[in-house]
């Protein structure tokens, strides 16, 4: 664990510089800064808010752990919710400063524009990652007891949730309410300063996408790595557990030489895409060489192996996600559009259902690989494979919400029509990224459920089931309907809160003379505290359903009912999030692709009807799909917790 | 099995004086007669075709029985296979005859017209469920062997995946296909004999809603016997095995009262929905009667307690059904409208989504209650209880598509617009019927494939399995990857058969003048041809991928990973087709309650909306989400066929 706490240094030094030489940079004129500003205060107080609501759950369930477990399983759980809440804070605090500054630096050049919104990417992986594994340290060091990390892993899993569910509907009620009104009642561009929702959809990004998903990656990357130190140390002693402590380091220390190579070859970059995808595939190829040195030296090959099928299944379902989500696919999505908005809605659906064949058989050869060579340790350690290089990884995930903000500042200001090509341009690739970057989310989120069951089972002491004992398909029967149950609240929720803006809406052009002519501000702030009351409203009983219903389950059929719980909702919960995100994305880039002139372009009956397909697509994509993520692993941590309370 | 044998006389008597009393009726007029025999022809012509396609299949799988297992087990899959042909085909013959019966007698009154449509209906319900058992008592003397009538099984649930497939994406094909150039592009009403795909859209409701169901149902009937059979000699002997064969005949005797009660009250009646909903109630208390008297009688009430829950669990579903998808869960639907059609897309996929809850929690309550008192045998046995007045519930079920095609010869023969009145107001009943048909439908599959598992398990040798095996968990990630993309490649099959219709429709609108103004009479055979075409060629592929699958999970993973398969499969196959047909049924009256009047009526913003609610719906509701249960129920069949042979 020494060594978690020498990198975890190396790496904030290294963020920090980073960090500081962001906040060097200009954030451009009075306009852009000022615009900057009311993001960075709406981020924040919605934080803030969410930090309200959950809070007091948190402290109420370490009283709890307290009495019935003691005073380091109350702290282990602290310090987990406490290091992923500063993570997203301090991530998202850099993130909403990055903006503005990306907007001017496009002023001079694509490749400044590019560094600096890495950069403020960067900063967000690297936090994640890194405060990562020092809180995993800060609790060993505590409690002195690797079985109490779940603890640590809870309290993570508890911000996740909050924080992707809540972000989440807070991104797509802005989103579609601002849509709603602005383009189709109001005929106003996308990003308009008229649009009273312009500066709320604006924040949403940042919440959703920054906050939300680092919330999500941070539970993975903990999860997997308790599993991994777990199951090694179980199965296979010191060996195992500081194998997994080395892989996890490896993966760091390449992220932040991908970085830095990344940054050297941003500023002279023609090619955005290419520049990121190298930084990435290069971080991977040092894991893996660094990998591969350490088990030859100490003798053990398959450590080796295993972290190779989680490094490459992980590149695989990127990739594939990618040809789903682009190209050929999205062309004929787009055809379809032709014939109206029903044809577009079932060849998505189909498309996104047709998607989990090819990307569930790659976690299954993954997961079948690992084990045949390392057993359950080798499940979990291919889990932390595929997320080591997370540092990187998530920074080019986090860059695209920063460049979509600073196109948004930059249109808002009134800047240089240039400066908005450079920022879409920046813009078009994040697209991408986050369509892998979901991929990613989704297929690290299988792998860590599946470790964090592995774990369940190995301490649950169910070693020989019944097959014919209808309590595991019982269980899994009422786990597989979690999900949908699940997104049905998260969509309903976008839904409402939507409307409720739709209304504010309305209601300004209505009453605020001059909105529409430009004469007078809107009032954002109302915008935006609606989009928050109707997150925070709404992200409780997600979270009441995810931790109450491992317990019932017990309760009423016993572990063996946990079990199947845990596989019930894992498989359905990843099926449909792969759906809803590729759907989703597809949906996204047919549109697009209409709006480059195809089948009549902007405007044209087959826009509208891929206007459609977006539109439903923005909730399965950015809301449901993504918290279906966290609700399998929070039901396994859960799961896990409670079998070692159980156990006494 | 000789009371299988003797009520089955009895019942087929009945039917052929059904039959014959349908036949007697007058078809009307010239007209009306034509084109109840042009519907007759493609609905035949369409059953060949298909018969053609599978009956080299069976043979072929027949023979491989013969030399795996021997003759005995191939004679029982051909008598499941032939049994189920007879039932779909027979039935169909007479469906497809009461159709102008119905609009004929409609020119008398209401009462009539629903006296012949149910009449039709019940031929069908009652021929599927008389064949159901007098095949399984003719394979049980054929073969000596309780166990073969496995073969039995899996020869229905071969016919049923061809008819449930190809029947719903013919339907589908020739009914989308039908809507977009002939509502929208040509502004024809619904069912004008101007209109190409007319008749293929009438014969469509036959082949898939008549057929389809029909084979679906007589599959869940026969799986839930045998399971319930083989359970109850396996753990209570000869005691077990007659209270089976008892339950059963009580159900059907049951319908056969309930059929002549609703026949007697029909030809008053003012409340047709009133009257349905009488007869099957009457039904399921008589059974429910018998099984008590039984029960008392032999001093086992434990079997009335479990045929109780099934046959409760099976009314609630369906009223759960029905709250879903009309009333003011369909008025809040209707409203978002109002928004545009993104809307209700996602309001409507959230509906469906959360009505998997209940559902879900009923069938696990069922399950729950019936192992608690009876163990696995209690399990199979609540299922028998669910589907025991079959006969009855089916006949409902399929006089909603004679009502559906006596209207669109009313409209296409130009009778009085009385006549439609009258086969419109049944055809609304037909609706909510066909709602909860599918309800019942997924439910009943569910619990016949809960009773294959435990059938699967009791036999698959693998009593004691370790839960940390990864092999259990990746056989359940697989499973629940199947329903989704088996989902993804029907409704692309609709998809392109729809868009060859459009094509057909299109090309003879213009090629063949006269046809709009009514001078000519379309080529209505060419689209019977195409969407027979489009049905047959895409139907190969889904039934490759559920008999293949236990097979080679079976050679990679063992037993245990062919459990996790089914597992998998039920599970998110469950919900996957709850969430379509709910949603599909939601959107369907959606578009009916705008088309009343509501939010601006016909050809409004808000109607164009749910229009295309509607069609989004088509295919989820009657191709890709009925399909999911013959592929559960399928590859459940095949694991059980496929231990008995491993065993040797």
């Known amino acids: 664990m020494v060594y978690f706490l020498i990198t975890g240094a190396i790496s904030v030094v290294f963020i920090l510089i980073l960090a500081f030489k962001i906040l060097e940079k200009s954030s451009g004129n009075e306009r852009t800064t000022q615009l900057s500003e009311i993001i960075q205060k709406g981020a924040k107080s919605f934080l803030l808010q969410e930090y309200k609501v959950f809070f007091p759950v948190i402290f109420a369930l370490a009283i709890f752990l307290y009495f019935i477990v003691g005073i380091k399983a109350s702290i282990a759980l602290l310090i987990g919710s406490a290091f992923s809440v ?60 690797i079985e109490l990390i779940s603890y640590y892993s809870l309290g993570a899993s508890f911000v996740a949730l ?12 802005a989103d579609v309410g601002a849509d709603i009104v602005g383009k189709t009642e109001a005929n106003l561009p996308e990003d308009d300063p008229r649009n009273p929702a312009v500066i709320a959809d604006n924040v949403g990004d940042n919440v959703g996408d920054v906050a939300g998903m680092g919330a999500d990656l941070y539970e993975s990357y903990v999860g997997s790595i308790f599993s991994a130190i777990v199951l090694g140390s179980l199965f296979f002693g010191e060996k195992g557990f500081i194998s997994v402590v080395f892989v996890v380091i490896f993966g760091l220390l390449s992220s932040l030489v991908g970085i830095v190579t990344t940054l050297l070859r941003a500023k002279k970059s023609a090619d955005p895409a290419k520049t990121l995808r190298f930084g990435t595939i290069f971080a991977g190829v040092l894991t893996l060489t660094a990998t591969f040195v350490y088990s030859y030296l100490v003798n053990w090959l398959n450590i080796f192996y295993v972290v190779f099928f989680g490094v490459f299944v992980g590149l695989l379902i990127g990739l594939i996600t990618e040809w789903y989500t682009s190209g050929k696919k999205v062309e004929n999505l787009a055809k379809t559009s032709t014939m109206g908005p029903a044809n577009v809605i079932i060849s998505g659906t189909a498309l996104g259902m047709e998607s989990t064949f090819i990307i569930t058989l790659l976690i299954a050869l993954a997961v079948v690989l690992s084990y045949k060579i390392l057993g359950l340790f080798g499940v979990a350690l291919s889990g932390v494979g595929m997320l080591s290089t997370l540092g990187i990884s998530l920074s080019v995930d986090a860059y695209g919400p920063i460049a979509d903000n600073a196109g948004g500042i930059a249109q808002m200001a009134g ?19 986050a369509a892998m970057g979901k991929g990613f989310a989704i297929g690290s989120a299988a792998l860590t459920a599946l470790a964090l069951f592995a774990n369940f089972s190995a301490i649950s002491n169910v070693s020989s089931v019944d097959l014919s004992n209808p309590y595991l398909f019982l269980g899994a029967l009422i786990g597989g309907m979690l999900p949908f149950f699940f997104s049905a609240l998260t969509m309903h929720a976008v839904g409402d809160a939507a409307d409720d803006m739709v209304e504010e809406i309305r209601r300004q052009i209505k009453e605020i003379p001059g909105i529409l002519s430009g004469e007078s501000t809107p009032d954002y702030q109302k915008c935006i505290q609606i989009a928050t009351k109707g997150a925070l409203k709404k992200m409780v009983l997600p979270a009441v359903l995810a931790i109450l219903s491992p317990t019932l389950l017990y309760f009423l059929f016993g572990p063996i009912g946990v079990g199947g719980l845990l596989i019930g909702a894992t498989v359905s919960g ?31 009956f087959a826009h509208k009807a891929t206007v459609v397909g977006d539109t439903v697509g923005d909730p399965y994509k950015d809301t449901s799909g993504p918290s279906i993520n ?18 006494g």
């Open 86 to 145: 500063l993570a997203g804070y301090f991530g998202m605090a850099i993130a909403t400063r990055a903006n503005a500054r990306t907007a001017w630096a496009a002023t001079k050049s694509l490749g400044e524009a590019l560094s600096v919104s890495f950069s403020g990417g960067a900063v967000m992986g690297l936090t994640v990652s890194t405060l990562g594994i020092l809180g995993l340290a800060l609790t060993y060091y505590v409690t002195k007891d």
């Open 415 to 433: 800047l240089d029509p240039k400066v908005r090509e450079i920022t879409d341009s920046l813009d078009a690739v994040g697209n991408t990224t």
């Open 630 to 647: 966290i609700l399998i692993k929070l039901m396994a941590i859960t799961s896990i917790v409670l079998m070692t309370i159980v156990r």
């Open 162 to 173: 909050f924080a992707r569910v809540g972000g989440g509907i807070y991104t797509k009620a």
């Open 574 to 604: 990843v099926m449909l999030a792969i759906f809803m995100a590729n759907s989703g994305g597809a949906w996204d880039n047919a549109k697009k692709f209409v709006e480059e002139g195809h089948f009549g372009g902007k405007g044209s």
